[in-house]
């Protein structure tokens, strides 16, 4: 379009008119007002003319090239030697190409554009099928679950374009009876305890291996648990049902309580817990936290409290319900616990810095407890460190074969911290980058003996291992303290019941909760309800004869919560 203005004048009224290319104004002129070109608008140029011509005279593509060549030849009739020459082909080459352009042999010089179906084949064959299936007051989901099934898969989106240009509107809500028939939710009976019944029958669980926890369940009676600890509880639900339903999910390494959702059905995990059906996600989220994701999150964190017995490798005691400035004071209750249940407080503390104060240590050194920590690296203690001599350091080997560091170079010396002395040393090549640092106030051990204590915490750290990759420790969250306790309460009682079966089975005494669970307990059962017990037997597997030598079988354990029936483990 030519962007220049005519503009004619009236004398009668002064009126504008505007004809542009293509369009003819026809009206009187006033030749006295004369008529005059007031304005054009010149085509905008990006680049320089140079640039212009030089993209003819210049090209850059071998179809602009032999394009320009042969027009030149055509219809400049510039002699061929001179086309040749002047777009880079030899007088040879230009005249084989000008022969292929006379027999129609060279390729399309210009591309031409191709577009696309202006169809859509799969939305045409469907057409009327799917405006049939809404006559029928199917759903745009429902018209494409059908239309899958018929070997024509749609999206609901090409679906709702379909019906929209035929001109539906969208269904209104429906109801469930009023929806075409198909696989849907089912609804599952109410976890009461009162509906609680052992009517004869024979069924097939999933969770067969946590049958095998029940004895030692049995042995530590949860009920006086969950009642010691005053856990809530309700008339559906008691306490001690709410702990054994609770302790199921974290023996069977449930991850997140909604994915209870595809166990609820299984019934051998209602029997377990003593109850018709399993309590469904809702009621676990009110007892116990919720899931929180490893990445990606800043959430606010609790303070907890973990201690493991180093002979028997469990976890004895626990504690989330720290505030913030208490966590020094919390070794000093652990002692008390200890005193409680062992009449003397325990022969040695290993852990960390960060555990308690200075003035922490000198209470358990004045109550005669012994203890083995690590001091923090300073910039002052480094300094030390790098002024000592060669001389002044001496190796001490460690007669501890799985270690892959044993010859540790120490240095010992008396520190006073506050108001008592302690032994401290300055350890390298014990497997870190920088020099470990240990205090400890046991004045009779020797170096050697305090390392390979030291170097046995690592033992400590599998088991937060374990807790974390197994039991997901590292996962909860809650803003109700008494939820977060309640997890590790249980990470306290699942891990116990499960270094109880590690010592049972052969060959896994020393092996992780992930492992056992894999190879002895995640297995499926036939159960069979009799009037005097309750039979369990395992599907055949390949570590089952292991646990068929554990000494379980064929032992009957009356069970308090499944009405005095026992359980037999049968072969």
Not at 28 to 35: F, K, N, S, V
Not at 163 to 178: I, K, N, Q, V
Not at 260 to 266: P, Q, S
């Amino acid at each position: 379009m030519l962007n220049s203005v005519l503009r004619l004048r009236n004398s009668a009224n002064y009126g504008h008119f505007c004809a542009l290319l293509g369009f003819v104004a026809q009206s009187a002129l006033d030749t006295r007002c004369g008529m005059w070109h007031c304005a054009s608008v010149p085509i905008s140029a990006p680049f320089d003319l140079t640039k212009c011509r030089r993209f003819f005279r210049e090209p850059t593509t071998p179809r602009q090239r032999q394009y320009e060549a042969l027009r030149a030849y055509f219809i400049d009739e510039v002699p061929s030697a001179e086309a040749a020459r002047r777009f880079g082909y030899t007088p040879g080459a230009f005249r084989v190409l000008c022969h292929a352009f006379r027999r129609g042999e060279l390729p399309e010089l210009f591309a031409t554009a191709r577009p696309g179906p202006r169809g859509q084949p799969r939305k045409s064959r469907a057409h009327e099928q799917i405006v049939a299936l809404r006559k029928r007051n199917y759903s745009v989901y429902d018209i494409s679950e059908a239309l899958k099934q018929q070997g024509t898969s749609l999206s609901p989106t090409a679906v709702r374009e379909v019906l929209a240009e035929e001109g539906f509107a969208p269904l209104p809500r429906r109801l469930d009876e009023e929806r075409p028939a198909g696989v849907g939710p089912t609804t599952e009976a109410v976890a009461d305890v009162r509906e609680f019944h052992l009517a004869p029958r024979e069924f097939i669980t999933r969770l067969g291996g946590l049958f095998l926890f029940v004895p030692d369940l049995v042995r530590v009676n949860a009920d006086d648990l969950a009642v010691g600890a005053k856990l809530p509880g309700s008339r559906m639900i008691p306490a001690s049902h709410a702990l054994r339903a609770s302790l199921a999910l974290k023996l069977w390494s449930i991850e997140r309580k909604s994915h209870v959702m595809a166990l609820v059905a299984d019934e051998g995990l209602a029997l377990f817990s003593g109850r018709k059906v399993e309590p469904k996600k809702s009621f676990l989220s009110e007892y116990t936290s919720h899931y929180q994701s490893k990445r990606s999150r800043r959430d606010p964190s609790i303070l907890t409290f973990l201690a493991q017995d180093a002979d028997a490798h469990v976890f004895c005691y626990s504690n989330a319900n720290i505030r913030k400035g208490e966590e020094a004071d919390e070794v000093f209750r652990f002692v008390e616990f200890w005193k409680r249940h062992h009449g003397k407080p325990p022969q040695e503390l290993v852990f960390d810095s960060t555990l308690t104060t200075y003035e922490g240590l000198d209470r358990l050194d004045a109550a005669g407890i012994h203890f083995l920590t690590l001091r923090r690296r300073s910039p002052s203690l480094i300094a030390e460190m790098a002024l000592l001599p060669a001389s002044a350091w001496r190796t001490v080997p460690l007669e501890v074969s799985s270690r892959k560091h044993r010859t540790p170079r120490v240095f010992e010396q008396k520190v006073r911290l506050r108001t008592r002395t302690y032994r401290q040393f300055f350890i390298k090549d014990l497997g870190h980058d920088e020099p470990t640092i240990l205090i400890a106030n046991d004045a009779n051990a020797t170096p050697k003996q305090l390392i390979t204590r030291y170097a046995g915490r690592r033992l400590i750290e599998n088991a937060l291992c374990d807790a974390v990759r197994f039991f997901h420790i590292d996962a909860l969250s809650s803003s109700v303290a008494l939820k977060a306790d309640f997890d590790m309460a249980l990470l306290v009682l699942a891990s116990g019941l499960y270094r109880i079966m590690a010592r049972r089975m052969r060959g896994y005494d020393e092996a992780q909760a992930r492992q056992i669970f894999r190879d002895l307990i995640d297995m499926s059962a036939d159960v069979a309800i009799t009037p005097a017990e309750i039979r369990v037997r395992f599907h055949r597997r390949a570590h089952l004869p292991v646990v068929l030598a554990s000494g379980l079988f064929d032992k009957p354990v009356p069970v308090p919560w499944w009405e005095g029936r026992s359980l037999r483990l049968v072969e």
